[in-house]
Structures are given as C-alpha cells and as structure tokens.
C-alpha cells in the first residue's frame, strides 16, 4: 500500500483528481466507485473543471455510488444521489444510463443488494474506488463489526457516525439510521483503491487503518492487504503515523 501525504485538503483533493484523469485516460469507460462526504467535495469540483477546461471525457464512465440512506428519496436534498448531482453529475457528460445508486426508497433492501452486486459484476468489477474514512474507521456505511468479507447489504448506522452525520440533517434525530452499503467484500475488490483523509480529527482512525491489525473492528483496515491501494493524506490525518518510515511515505506538495 502506497501512502502519499500531502500539505493540506486541496492538494490531497488535486492529487486524487490527477490519478482519476489518467485512470479516465488510460480507460475511457471506467467504471468509477464514487464516495461521499465532505472529504472528496473538491476532487467532484477539480473533475469538473478538468472537464470543463481541459475537455476531461466523462461520455462512456460508469459510476456507481458507495452507499445511500435508507428512506431518503432520491431528490432529498441529503440523499447521496442528490449530493454527487450537485458536485458532479450534472457538470460532466456522464450518461445517466451509466449512473448507479443504492435506491433509498427499495422495499426490499437484500434483494436489491444482491441486484447491485449483479450490476457491478455486469459492468466488469470496479476499476478505482474512492473512500473516505468515518472517525470510527468505517469505509462506505460498515460500521465496527461488519464481518470482511460482507458484500452490499443493509446496514445500521452507529450513534458515533450518526452524529458525526448530523450536521448534514439538523439534528441527529433527522439522521436516517439505516442504509445500503457496499460491503467491506466488495470494496476489496475493485482494481484500484484511493482512499482520502483530511484533518486531525481522522487521525486515530487513520493510524488505525494503515497500521493496525486488520479487523472487522476498523473496517477501512481491509485496504492494507489490497495489491493496489493508495491512501491520499493531509499532513493533520497522517500525524499519528508511526510505522510507516520515509521509504513508503512519499511525501509532496
Ligand atoms: C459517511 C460516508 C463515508 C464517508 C464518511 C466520512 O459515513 N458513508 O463514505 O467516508 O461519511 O465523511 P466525511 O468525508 O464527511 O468526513
């Protein structure tokens, strides 16, 4: 796993942007695992302007979303599908029929599961996934717990990352408390895996993850053991690095 810390959330944001170009370059439909959060907000905004100035051809890219909030439709203004919409979607020239969402309304959350997993697999497997980290170390909605090799399921959310969500809603009472994730399983195996944390307060999570044991307890740990995995860092989230000498650190901007 390659750790590449940057000086603050704009370069890390950048840099990530730089590797989804050349990924989109290399391969003009690929299929792209999107994350949500506040985290990858200006990656979505440096893709748009990559299409934007530099022509970036989203025409054949597939993308299909991490996760989604059970019970929000998708017009909510904090359904993730509105989200991506509004950060990404509606400035490049994606297709919407390449566009993939967990459906927040679904009335029977396994059965769509097992249907999304299908149409990942139909669409030849993820090629790069994006994630962030949740403070208790979760990928996607896989909270502490979630058995490594679960594939996308209803999950519940904890109260940690129910307030951690809650300033998205209000309140924490507004924060749904159920979703579909892709699981842990899932994540593993897309092709390539970018993972982004910003900020002190993802620091212990983060030193957990990349040098802790891997567990279903941290279940963003699952990525060290992943051929091609790279975790994009702000100086703040890798200050609790110990492990990881100058050698695997590449350290830029
Ligand atoms: C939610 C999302 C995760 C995301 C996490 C962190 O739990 N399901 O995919 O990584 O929030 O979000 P933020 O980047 O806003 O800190």
Same mark, same amino acid.
């Given at each position: +796993?390659?750790?590449?810390?940057?000086?603050?959330?704009?370069? +890390?944001?950048k840099e990530t942007a730089e590797i989804v170009k050349k990924e989109i370059q290399k391969k003009p439909n690929l299929v792209f695992g999107l994350a949500s959060g506040s985290t990858p907000e200006d990656c979505y905004r440096e893709?748009?302007? +990559?299409?934007?100035?530099?022509?970036?051809?989203?025409?054949?890219?597939?993308?299909?979303?991490l996760d989604e909030y059970l019970g929000l439709p998708f017009n909510d203004p904090n359904s993730y599908y509105h989200f991506y919409s509004q950060n990404l979607l509606t400035c490049i020239n994606i297709q919407f029929k390449n566009v993939h969402f967990p459906d927040?309304?679904?009335?029977?959350? #396994?059965?769509?599961?097992?249907?999304?997993?299908?149409?990942?697999?139909?669409?030849g497997g993820i090629d790069?996934?994006?994630?962030?980290?949740? #403070?208790?170390?979760?990928?996607?909605?896989?909270?502490?717990?979630?058995?490594?090799?679960?594939?996308?399921?209803?999950?519940?959310?904890t109260d940690q990352t129910i307030?951690?969500?809650?300033?998205?809603?209000g309140k924490k009472e507004n924060v749904p408390k159920f979703?579909?994730?892709?699981?842990?399983q899932t994540i593993f195996e897309a092709k390539k895996i970018v993972l982004l944390a910003s900020g002190e307060h993802k620091a212990e999570a983060i030193a957990k993850a990349l040098e802790g044991p891997i567990t279903p307890q941290i279940t963003a740990s699952v990525i060290q053991k992943h051929p091609n995995a790279i975790a994009i860092l702000d100086e703040a989230a890798a200050s609790r690095l110990k492990?990881?000498?100058?050698?695997?650190?590449?350290q830029t901007g």
């Open positions: +796993m390659k750790i590449i810390i940057k000086k603050d959330y704009k370069e +890390m944001n893709l748009c302007r +990559m299409h934007k100035e530099e022509g970036l051809d989203f025409s054949q890219v597939v993308v299909f979303s927040g309304l679904v009335k029977n959350p #396994t059965e769509f599961s097992a249907e999304y997993e299908e149409k990942i697999k139909e669409a790069l996934q994006l994630l962030g980290i949740g #403070t208790d170390g979760h990928i996607g909605f896989n909270e502490p717990g979630t058995p490594l090799d679960t594939r996308t399921h209803l999950a519940k959310l307030e951690d969500n809650a300033r998205f809603f979703v579909i994730t892709m699981g842990p492990k990881h000498g100058r050698n695997s650190i590449k």
